[in-house]
């Protein structure tokens, strides 16, 4: 069986609405994101995927909707009402889900299948140096 891996990082900030904790409140993280392949079989190229091509297209997403903006509950209207009418603010809306390490490895987890057409082993989100969440599987 071949892996391969690809990783990138951005940065983004965020809190989780509901919760009894510091992260209640608006703070950031230098997130680390890995996405894993694996094939039993090798294209004629003798490649899983093309490092270039998977990592591009997952790049090029983070980069135009996580990277540097706001990832927000979509029912945290405080928050949304309060960076809307900024001119350089971006905002990313889960859709009544927390934007917990847990949900942004779901959701980049999809949108690599969506992307890329192959469902990835995982994708490893982590959010400091020492703590992360995976998602395998699908939806």
């Known amino acids: 069986m071949y892996l391969v891996r690809i990783e990138t990082t951005f940065d983004s900030g965020h809190r989780l609405l509901d919760y009894d904790g510091k992260c209640a409140f608006p703070h950031g993280h230098t997130y ?9 079989t090798l294209d004629p190229q003798g490649l899983v995927f093309d490092f270039t091509e998977l990592k591009h297209r997952v790049k090029a997403w983070i980069d135009d909707n996580w990277d540097h903006s706001f990832l927000v509950n979509s029912r945290d209207t405080e928050l949304i009402e309060g960076l809307t ?28 299948v969506e992307l890329c057409g192959v469902s990835p082993v995982k994708v490893r989100m982590w959010e400091s140096l020492d703590q992360y969440a995976e998602f395998s599987g699908g939806q």
Request: net charge negative; with cysteine.
């Open 32 to 40: 680390r994101a890995e996405v894993f392949l694996e094939s039993d």
């Open 85 to 112: 009418p900024a001119s350089k603010g971006r905002i990313y809306q889960f859709h009544e889900e927390n934007p917990s390490c847990e949900v942004l490895s779901r959701e980049l987890y999809n949108k690599v």
